[in-house]
């Protein structure tokens, strides 16, 4: 980027994209900068931008404004970031565990929006490619367990540390012997940090769900329904969530400008 000469702002936050009638004129600041531009390029959530940054202002499209309604969203995260101060050699860089109850699961996390403890979780262990990610003799770790959205209403000031030490008895019991005495540095993240900080609607963690109602072109588009001027890139937006879906809406969306 720097390269191109593209001038980056850290330190702030777009708060509202501003716009006349159906036409994009710029972005506003968290200070109240106000940066005028006939193009916004958005990598942001789309529900949660068209809520928020644009105050739910969708100029009045009733096919768009039922879109929105009728949505529904992925599952939240917990992911838990941990080093320990001894090498597990047997874990793979990527682990997969599932849970007994693999239906009845997923029945908890989308549609009685509730915590079970026989989770299913993904755990990546870096170090096991690149060395230099954890001191000598060292490794690290993080695990991501899906679990509801923030529709569930749980509370994850109460709930974050249960579901923290339950995270540590699975891995213990089935990948990693003595892991809580072996423990030397963590913290966690909830579906709470995905809708507050990263401004996810419900603290959803892939957006909207990437089912067929809601793929391809169902999903949001590149260039906003709504207003000239607002595009969008990422998981939200067409083609889909995931990794390859995120890059390739980033090259759809160089096609389109």
């Known amino acids: 980027m720097d390269e191109e000469g593209i001038e980056v702002i850290k330190g702030r936050e777009v708060t509202k994209i501003i716009s006349d009638k159906k036409k994009i004129t710029g972005v506003q600041l968290n200070d109240q900068t106000i940066i005028n531009s006939n193009n916004v390029i958005c990598n942001a959530d789309p529900p949660a931008v068209y809520e928020k940054m644009l105050n739910g202002n969708t100029n009045n499209s009733f096919l768009f404004k039922w879109k929105m309604n009728r949505m529904e969203y992925s599952m939240g995260l917990f992911v838990y970031y941990f080093g320990t101060k001894k090498k597990y050699e047997n874990v793979e860089h990527h682990t997969i565990k599932f849970g007994n109850k693999y239906k009845e699961h997923l029945d908890d996390i989308f549609n009685k929006k509730k915590l079970n403890d026989d989770i299913s979780y993904y755990l990546h262990r870096p170090s096991a490619t690149d060395k230099s990610m954890a001191p000598e003799g060292n490794d690290c770790f993080y695990v991501l367990v899906p679990v ?17 030490n339950l995270v540590i008895d699975k891995m213990q019991n089935d990948l990693m012997p003595n892991l ?40 949001f588009h590149n ?30 969306l160089d096609k389109i400008i």
Request: net charge negative; charged share 25%; hydrophobic share 30%.
């Open 180 to 219: 809580k005495e072996n423990i030397v540095e963590d913290f966690y993240l909830t579906p709470d940090y995905f809708e507050k900080d990263l401004n996810t609607k419900h603290g959803s963690g892939f957006s909207i769900q990437p089912k067929f109602s809601q793929s391809a072109y169902f999903r």
């Open 223 to 252: 260039k906003s329904e709504v207003y000239d001027g607002l595009f969008f890139v990422g998981a939200g937006t067409h083609p889909g969530a995931g990794v390859p879906g995120v890059l390739s809406s980033a090259k759809v």
């Open 148 to 164: 509801p959205n923030n529709q569930s209403n749980i509370d994850w000031s109460l709930e974050g540390e249960k579901m923290k």
